[in-house]
């Protein structure tokens, strides 16, 4: 993947949804797309202005789905 179209507020943000300082070089495609799908998934939840516990179920089950268990 070419690295140089990633900027710095992309690592910044990737780095703080996924909790890791996080480096040019670590930001993959399927990366990306786990930070796009958590920040819509979190927009959806968040959209009627509550957060339930089936909501936070769902998004739990399907980051488990999306990311490797050795991870």
Not at 3 to 22: K, W
Not at 31 to 42: P, R, S
């Amino acid at each position: 993947m070419n690295t140089s179209l990633i900027s710095s507020q992309t690592v910044e943000l990737v780095s703080r949804l996924t909790g890791q300082n996080l480096r040019k070089e670590d930001i993959t495609p399927p990366i990306l797309f786990l930070a796009a799908l958590i920040t819509v998934l979190l927009g959806v939840i968040n959209a009627d202005g509550t957060v339930g516990a089936e909501e936070k179920q769902q998004l739990a089950t399907t980051l488990k789905e999306l990311i490797p268990a050795n991870n």
